[in-house]
């Protein structure tokens, strides 16, 4: 059961953001590597500010993977730990907890930095953007956001058990 500084809502809004991204990266992942095509919505002729909706050119480029991984599997692996990193603050120690929290800040700040990278090449390198990446990006940066409120608001109950002496 989980410990009373978390409660079932926070943990929720917790891995909300994980889930989100889990359900993005899956799709794509079963849908390119399993089914040998491209998710749905993906080619959807709309125009963003001189950029397309076009998964296909993002998915498909040469800067869709790392070595022989592809970012979706990365970014499905990434959401997992931000999982394990939560149930961890919800049922270890406070001083285990407390560290964690910090680690999850420090893991969820390199994954806006990542974003800012793959934004950067979305909008400028390959002027097309993916529907499935999107919704990855948007739940790293709230991720990022409600891990920030719970380490700097003097209003987050979480802050407030954990870090208190």
Request: aromatic share 10%; hydrophobic share 60%.
């Amino acid at each position: 059961m989980l410990k009373s500084r978390v409660s079932a809502r926070d943990f929720v809004i917790l891995i909300a953001m994980s889930i989100v991204g889990i359900i993005s990266s899956t799709i794509v992942i079963i849908e390119l590597n399993i089914v040998h095509s491209l998710p749905p919505y993906c080619k959807i002729p709309v125009s963003v500010g001189g950029n397309v909706l076009n998964c296909a050119k993002v998915l498909l480029s040469p800067y869709a993977s790392i070595g022989p991984f592809s970012l979706d599997f990365l970014a499905a692996i990434w959401f997992i730990i931000n999982i394990i990193f939560v149930v961890s603050i919800a049922m270890t120690s406070k001083s285990t907890a407390k560290k964690v929290l910090n680690i999850m800040f420090v893991w969820r700040f390199l994954g806006i930095i990542v974003v800012g990278y793959l934004l950067f090449l979305e909008f400028v390198v390959l002027h097309a953007i993916c529907v499935y990446c999107t919704a990855m990006h948007i739940a790293i940066v709230l991720d990022f956001v409600i891990v920030s409120y719970i380490l700097f608001s003097k209003k987050s109950k979480i802050r407030q058990d954990i870090l208190s002496q």
